[in-house]
């Protein structure tokens, strides 16, 4: 971080298994995950650098998440049952068991 002179103090160390949260909204995380798609000038992305590949992965979970559980809330709220009560959790959890009873009928 600079100072008020346009100075840079030391790097403060850390341990490498920190973890850092962040709170980012679809949005933001949706941008962060095309920017990180997207090839440069010479056609390599950032998925080249060690390490993006995890955090890519990390982001298109929690995207891919909430896309299926607003998806599957969307469903069952155009079949006429009121989701609108339940968590994202409980949307999700209903979604895999639904998803899983049809795959039993189809073997």
Do not use: C, H, I
């Not at 941008?31 to 950032?46: E, H, I, M, N, V």
């Amino acid at each position: 971080m600079a100072d008020g002179n346009g100075n840079f103090a030391a790097p403060v160390a850390f341990e490498p298994e920190t973890v850092v949260a962040l709170d980012l909204s679809v949005t933001e995380a949706q941008a962060l995950r095309a920017w990180l798609l997207r090839p440069s000038k010479d056609g390599t992305t950032a998925l080249d650098e060690p390490g993006v590949k995890g955090v890519l992965s990390k982001v298109g979970s929690e995207l891919d998440y909430l896309e299926a559980v607003a998806s599957v809330r969307s469903e069952l709220e155009q079949s006429g049952l009121a989701a609108s009560g339940l968590s994202d959790e409980q949307v999700a959890d209903l979604g895999r068991r639904l998803a899983q009873g049809a795959l039993q009928r189809l073997r």
